[in-house]
């Protein structure tokens, strides 16, 4: 019996993702898809509407944000589309910018940039968020680099463009032919890309360039070619819009070499590992316009369907998503699997202690020190418990271990933690008397030693052994049997 092809047209088969902030950008890539897919049923919970499709051999899947621009949004329509796109391991944010042209980059209104790390930073860095001195602002805060594998395409990419031009105007071209209304995406002409001089503002209420003086003008020698250049480096990404020269320059002296300015890639940034792709639209000045803006969009869109080319679409099924959400967890927010308490509600009828689990902790501390130092001395059965650590076994393997006292400051209180198998118990103290050497009562003896620390403060010592340990009441009966 011949086996059922998988249909390509599920939620699960659908491995790159690309994210535009503005409709015209995300349609600049919907045309340049080589093949559109059917829509997919809504998913419950997800607010977002996909486009789908094939581009350079890879199942794509487009999304807009919803009329906000900003990274908070960004990171919202990537999360919603990560939930219900399970399999997508390449992100792209593919749209327009505002370019730092500088004498190292020159950079010309239609052209791209992409980031890539330099230095110290990923590839996007967050201009905006950091903390003012009385000399400098000094960044903080990190973003994350797109993965490996798109970064070696993406240098395969810029090696090959040494001796070759690039596809952008090849693919914009076979984009123009689907519509008469696409024509919108053509490139203007040359000379409306023209570079004030910092300290010349725009001309108040004029949509366009045309009454500016043309003496305080950049002089630029002219491009033999037309096909427009891809950049690679550094996208500085913030809440608001630049549209000042002066600000242009002295935001990116601190960070240093940055192309390009945008809105939303630190948003997509912060929450999965990604390439942003931008177009040259103007130069984040105050002669800022609309003119460029389809253009580069559409520039984009070509290059990201340039670099996928350089994908093995195969190669997606296999490649490990490098996002700090999926795979790198924060230090600063570690996850419940890997706090020392398990956060189950446990039976004494039907208790079974997990063998394989091991509760790890990254960081020792004081407190966490303190616990164990405590969990020494308590490790010999108290009166009242209804379990005991196992004895023997030559591992170093934990098993977990409810922990109760039934002193006046202990009372009601249990909890769970990991007791190591290969510990020693420490021995109570033996007392002396009539000549003879007796052991004192364990439950006896700890009990004391607890409420002689204990008996200024009036505070259960468990409480302090640290927020990872978890307590819960327990009834009078639970403690009996």
């Not at 919603?80 to 500088?102: C, D, E, Q, Y």
Request: glycine share 8%; net charge negative; hydrophobic share 30%.
């Amino acid at each position: 019996m011949q086996e059922t092809q998988k249909n390509p047209n599920s939620y699960d088969d659908y491995t790159v993702a690309v994210v535009c902030a503005m409709s015209f950008e995300m349609s600049a890539v919907r045309y340049m898809l080589d093949r559109e897919h059917p829509r997919l049923p809504r998913q419950q919970g997800d607010p977002n509407i996909y486009v789908l499709g094939t581009l350079s051999g890879h199942n794509v899947v487009l999304a807009c944000l919803p009329g906000n621009q900003g990274k908070g949004s960004a990171a919202t329509v990537a999360t919603n589309l990560a939930r219900t796109f399970p399999s997508v391991k390449w992100r792209f944010l593919v749209g327009i910018g505002g370019g730092v042209p500088t004498d190292k980059h020159d950079i010309r209104l239609g052209d791209v940039v992409v980031s890539m790390p330099d230095g110290q930073y990923g590839g996007v860095v967050q201009y905006d968020l950091g903390k003012d001195t009385t000399d400098d602002f000094v960044l903080k805060g990190f973003l994350w680099p797109p993965p490996p594998l798109l970064r070696s395409a993406v240098e395969m990419m810029r090696s090959d463009h040494l001796v070759s031009e690039n596809k952008v105007d090849d693919f914009l071209s076979e984009m123009l032919q689907k519509g008469q209304r696409l024509a919108i995406y053509r490139r203007p002409p040359a000379r409306l890309d023209v570079l004030f001089k910092a300290d010349y503002p725009h001309t108040p209420y004029n949509p366009t360039c045309e009454m500016c003086d043309g003496t305080k003008t950049v002089k630029r020698l002219p491009r033999k070619s037309k096909t427009p250049e891809i950049h690679y480096g550094l996208i500085a990404s913030g809440d608001s819009v630049i549209k000042s020269a002066a600000k242009r320059d002295a935001t990116v002296r601190n960070p240093g070499d940055i192309l390009c300015f945008e809105m939303e890639a630190a948003g997509l940034a912060t929450e999965f590992s990604s390439i942003v792709i931008r177009g040259i639209s103007d130069y984040a000045d105050s002669h800022k316009n609309d003119v460029w803006q389809h253009y580069a969009a559409a520039a984009a869109a070509a290059c990201t369907k340039e670099l996928l080319a350089y994908l093995d679409p195969e190669a997606v099924e296999t490649a490990s998503d490098s996002a700090p959400s999926d795979s790198a967890p924060s230090d600063s927010a570690p996850s419940d699997s890997n706090n020392l308490s398990d956060n189950r509600e446990f039976n004494s009828t039907d208790y079974e202690p997990d063998k394989t689990k091991v509760p790890q902790r990254r960081h020792p501390d004081p407190v966490y020190e303190g616990r164990q130092k405590a969990l020494r001395m308590l490790e010999h059965k108290i009166e009242g418990w209804p379990f005991q650590p196992r004895s023997g076994g030559g591992n170093n393997s934990a098993s977990p271990m409810p922990l109760h006292h039934s002193d006046s400051d202990l009372s009601g209180y249990d909890t769970y933690v990991p007791i190591p198998e290969s510990r020693e118990p420490t021995p109570p103290p033996t007392i002396h008397g009539n000549g003879q050497s007796s052991t004192e009562d364990v439950s006896t003896w700890t009990r004391r030693s607890i409420n002689s620390r204990e008996s200024s403060t009036k505070k259960p010592l468990l409480m302090g052994l640290g927020g990872n340990v978890r307590m819960r009441k327990v009834t009078d009966d639970a403690r009996k049997s």
